[in-house]
């Protein structure tokens, strides 16, 4: 074993959440060093839909979900599915998510989603500014769609909800409404909500590294090395990796879907899992698409990605270790080929994510409950991108013991 090292902090995970927390600690005149097994972007931050979704303040567990579970035994290559091989081992997740569901607990977690939201997009907008980085944007717009009215009327108690928490939307009750703002979408789609404010990056990879490399012409540093476990000490923390012993002040750990197994070793037993997502992208646009389109009763959506589209979305409950079922890949595109006039299905290239998942959709932002120097920051489902400057942000305020600006204890590691 090579000999302890001592640096200041040390940010495990170099997905976009890791590299925008580097990055803020940087800012604060802190000497961060960034850790990660593979590299920049190499992760879910390579192939998400690059949405900026603020709008999005509904946890998957709502009130009566646990009513429709059987039938995701029943449809694997529904919007949402559980692989039955993961079935038993998910079951503990699946009690808390059943527990999270309940009234009180998921009108909590609204709230929660709703103020990291407002505190996410504020601290994004800065960010842009910070890093020169409004080329790699795009404010479109996000359209969600509906086949018929039953399906668009069981969703207006989302769009008040939205309306309570402060977001602007417009709701769009034609096809031919639905063709101003989006022409080519099938009138099979009758009904809408269109959300102006909504805002993409053209490529959520080149937005990481672009993030990534203001770190380093800032002075950080990236190592690819993989972490074994973390040590509490009397002050500060010992990261063993595959290269020798780090020693730092503070560690946030930014790992993804591995997080928990890295905070195991600490000592922590934190119920995170995966959403496992899917996609196809397409490196030119055989449609215009003019704003990020949500398929609302499938599940999925269709979005630009640099001069192409991806399609994309679902959740798959599986874990880490199964193989992918690309089958649910296909079956998003044969779905646009339908929904979207003149879309060829042709060129694309599949791809299937981690998105770190709680059981409340609330992610893990708090000190671990065994050392105070090691700061959690996972956990974030499908926004990690959307939240990643506001989670940037209270990682410093972890870090330097101030106010945090919100209150933390819904985001807490022990909750559960």
């Not at 769009?159 to 402060?166: A, I, K, P, S």
């Not at 001069?307 to 079922?325: I, K």
């Not at 305020?397 to 590691?413: E, H, M, Q, V």
Request: charge should be neutral.
């Amino acid at each position: 074993m090579a000999e302890a090292e001592h640096t200041e902090i040390l940010v495990i995970g170099a997905g976009i959440i890791g590299v925008t927390a580097a990055l803020a600690l940087q800012s604060e005149g802190h000497t961060v060093r960034l850790l990660d097994r593979t590299g920049v972007a190499a992760g879910t931050s390579v192939g998400n839909a690059g949405a900026f979704a603020y709008a999005d303040v509904e946890p998957l567990a709502t009130p009566g979900i646990m009513r429709k579970a059987p039938k995701w035994l029943l449809d694997p290559l529904g919007p949402l599915s559980l692989r039955p091989g993961y079935a038993l081992q998910l079951t503990p997740w699946l009690l808390k998510f059943w527990r999270a569901s309940r009234k009180d607990r998921y009108a909590a977690a609204v709230k929660a989603q709703s103020e990291l939201m407002h505190l996410a997009q504020a601290a994004q907008e800065r960010l842009i500014t910070q890093v020169s980085g409004e080329p790699l944007m795009r404010r479109e717009g996000q359209m969600q769609l509906y086949e018929g009215a039953t399906s668009y009327k069981a969703s207006l108690p989302s769009w008040e909800l939205r309306r309570q928490h402060g977001v602007k939307f417009e709701l769009l009750e034609s096809p031919e409404a639905i063709a101003e703002i989006q022409p080519g979408v099938s009138r099979r789609f009758t009904h809408a909500g269109y959300t102006p404010e909504w805002m993409n990056t053209v490529d959520p990879a080149l937005w990481t590294r672009h993030v990534a490399e203001a770190f380093v012409a800032r002075g950080g540093t990236i190592e690819i090395t993989e972490i074994r476990a973390l040590r509490p000490l009397e002050r500060g923390v010992e990261v063993e990796t595959a290269n020798g012993t780090l020693r730092a002040a503070k560690v946030v750990l930014a790992a993804g879907a591995w997080s928990h197994r890295i905070a195991r070793t600490l000592g922590d037993s934190i119920p995170l899992d995966t959403e496992r997502g899917y996609n196809t992208t397409f490196p030119t646009a055989s449609f215009d698409l003019r704003t990020h389109l949500t398929f609302s009763d499938h599940g999925f959506v269709v979005t630009r990605i640099g001069e192409g589209l991806r399609v994309g979305g679902a959740v798959e409950l599986g874990g880490l270790d199964l193989p992918p079922n690309y089958r649910r890949a296909e079956t998003l595109v044969e779905k646009t080929a339908k929904f979207l006039s003149g879309f060829e299905p042709t060129g694309g290239k599949q791809w299937m994510g981690f998105r770190p998942s709680m059981p409340d959709s609330l992610p893990v932002i708090s000190a671990s409950p065994k050392s105070r120097d090691v700061i959690y920051a996972f956990g974030h489902g499908h926004l990690g991108l959307t939240q990643s400057a506001g989670t940037a942000q209270l990682i410093t305020a972890l870090c330097a013991g101030r106010a945090p600006g919100i209150d933390l204890s819904p985001f807490r590691a022990d909750r559960f």
